[in-house]
């Protein structure tokens, strides 16, 4: 599963949905084409707002926030709920919580 988790400053991304096989996994698929599109929109739009860090070992992602201008927080919102659409169609491969 998937799990992301959402905090005031830093949004991790942590796991596999294990939906289907590596290479086939339309849920893993989805979750890294929306997070990909948004860490670059912000990147052209608004530079050194954020920190984007990977582990492979750990499969876990990392963005964190520096900057809360407007337009970074729409675009990181806007991602949340892309992943909280995902979650309503697949429940047993992700998981968003926000605290």
């Known amino acids: 599963m998937i ?9 991790e991304i942590i796991g596999h949905s294990n939906y289907d096989d590596l290479g086939k996994d339309i849920v893993c698929s989805a979750v890294s084409s929306i997070m990909i599109t948004t860490i670059n929109a912000i ?8 920190e984007y860090k990977r582990d492979e070992n750990k499969s876990m992602s990392t ?10 927080l729409k ?5 949340i709920e892309l992943f909280k659409s995902l979650e309503k ?9 926000e605290s």
């Open 63 to 72: 963005i964190i926030i520096k900057k809360n201008d407007k337009i970074t």
């Open 89 to 97: 169609d697949y429940p047993k491969n992700i998981k968003v919580k």
């Open 3 to 11: 799990k992301v988790n959402v905090e005031k400053e830093k949004i």
């Open 75 to 79: 675009l990181l919102e806007n991602m």
């Open 43 to 50: 990147d052209k739009l608004e530079l050194k707002s954020l």
